[in-house]
């Protein structure tokens, strides 16, 4: 058995018994908070303490992720300053965290913009301190990059997580179907791309994808979409709606593995990192799921709309 194989059979299943023990602390956080909570605020449906787990994970993953970006900027002569990146982003992922209590909507829109302004002011004063304006832009927009592209992304998944209004909950199982649903693009475009891949996709780029395997994978996922779909409140109907979330976040999720590649043959390297054996970086595992999100959030909140 080769050793990368070997690597993803040993180091798969820890990585998902990982991912399923925080989704299952976020699940069981919102369920113990939902009673207390609701005597608390006297709101007789308080939906408890949504996204703990999510938010765990998170905190882990972006300052490793944060790290292995700042490799890649660097092949480039890009050098971001990591600490504030990570405060940057974590600061967006606990931003987006708090958007479910009443009190922090009064100023969500106004913290979050401090947030952003305020990663470019001490990426600024950083460059200030070393007493060098050489590439003091490069800096700065390096910094600003790698706190939207990690951090902003991710306020998009919590988003998902933690929306809740009159007519839409979020919940543990969205998230699950994003993660579910871009994975089974890649398996739908490995087998597919394996059977019938005639046409390179992008010879230049990833040599190793096909047409074929994309239309076979993006199916898939469609497949898988409209199956999850029915399992998800106020999607009705369920079946063509989950088709369509399948196919756009399955696609979406492709198109970030390709622009991850770029990144990566832009710095002359296989893998972000060497973090997980026989799957390389943390970037490498968590580039398809960030860059849907936006867009499965766009999706949910149209087809979670009730109509008056």
Avoid at 104 to 114: E, N
Avoid at 182 to 189: H, R
Avoid at 234 to 260: C, N, R, S, T, Y
């Amino acid at each position: 058995m080769e050793k990368a194989l070997r690597n993803r059979l040993t180091f798969g299943p820890l990585m998902l018994g990982g991912l399923f023990l925080l989704l299952w602390l976020d699940h069981v956080t919102e369920r113990w908070t939902r009673e207390p909570l609701s005597r608390a605020t006297h709101h007789q449906n308080h939906a408890g303490i949504q996204g703990l787990g999510l938010l765990v994970l998170l905190i882990l993953v972006l300052p490793l992720a944060t790290r292995e970006l700042a490799v890649l900027f660097t092949a480039e002569n890009v050098r971001p300053y990591r600490i504030i990146a990570v405060f940057g982003s974590g600061a967006l992922a606990l931003h987006a965290f708090l958007t479910q209590f009443d009190w922090f909507r009064v100023v969500a829109a106004s913290t979050l913009a401090f947030i952003i302004v305020s990663v470019m002011i001490a990426a600024a004063l950083r460059r200030a301190w070393s007493r060098q304006s050489q590439d003091a832009i490069v800096s700065m927009a390096g910094t600003v990059l790698a706190t939207m592209y990690l951090g902003g992304l991710g306020w998009f998944l919590m988003a998902i997580r933690v929306k809740h209004s009159a007519n839409f909950t979020g919940s543990t199982m969205l998230i699950l179907m994003i993660l579910v649903v871009v994975k089974s693009t890649d398996i739908g475009a490995y087998f597919g791309g394996r059977a019938l891949g005639r046409h390179k996709l992008i010879p230049w780029l990833s040599p190793g994808k096909t047409w074929e395997g994309l239309i076979c994978g993006v199916l898939f996922a469609g497949l898988i979409g409209a199956l999850l779909a029915p399992h998800i409140p106020h999607i009705k109907p369920p079946m063509w709606k989950g088709f369509i979330l399948g196919v756009v976040i399955g696609a979406v999720g492709q198109a970030g593995d390709l622009l991850e590649s770029m990144m990566k043959r832009d710095a002359e390297v296989k893998d972000s990192g060497q973090v997980v054996p026989g799957f390389g970086g943390i970037l490498d595992i968590i580039d398809s799921p960030l860059l849907a999100a936006p867009f499965a959030y766009l999706l949910f909140s149209f087809f979670t709309h009730t109509q008056p």
